[in-house]
Nanobody, 121 residues
Framework: EVQLVESGGGSVQAGGSLRLSCTASGFTFDAANMGWYRQAPGKECELVSIVGTDGSTTTANSVKGRFTVSRDNATSTVYLQMNSLKPEDTAVYHC???????????????WGQGTQVTVSS
């Protein structure tokens, strides 16, 4: 069974930083591309960043230059370093392996609880 446990969220002021972590189990972590999604109330689910099995990264334009994704295969953990946070970054953040890359109901049912990030102005 896939398990995804996110942590590291919190409340910060605009301009602050947070580092999110996601520990995964139940699948071959080093064979999966890993991504971070976010969901804010009243907004569309958004794919924020992806780290490939080879360590390559892709980042959404909305967070480019501010967020950095990385992974540690030894601990089956994926990270999201978030700097220069803005109020519009406020959301619940979820990690997902590539076979759950979707904002559809099936994928979301198999995501973890997520971690809340709140940025105040």
């Amino acid at each position: 069974e896939v398990q995804l446990v996110e942590s590291g969220g919190g409340s910060v002021q605009a301009g602050g930083s947070l580092r999110l972590s996601c520990t995964a189990s139940g699948f071959t972590f080093d064979a999966a591309n890993m991504g971070w999604y976010r969901q804010a109330p009243g907004k569309e689910c958004e794919l924020v960043s992806i780290v490939g099995t080879d360590g390559s990264t892709t980042t959404a334009n909305s967070v480019k230059g501010r967020f950095t994704v990385s992974r540690d295969n030894a601990t089956s953990t994926v990270y999201l370093q978030m700097n220069s946070l803005k109020p519009e970054d406020t959301a619940v953040y979820h990690c997902a392996p590539d076979f759950l890359f979707s904002c559809g109901d099936y994928a979301r049912r198999h995501w973890g609880q997520g971690t809340q990030v709140t940025v105040s102005s």
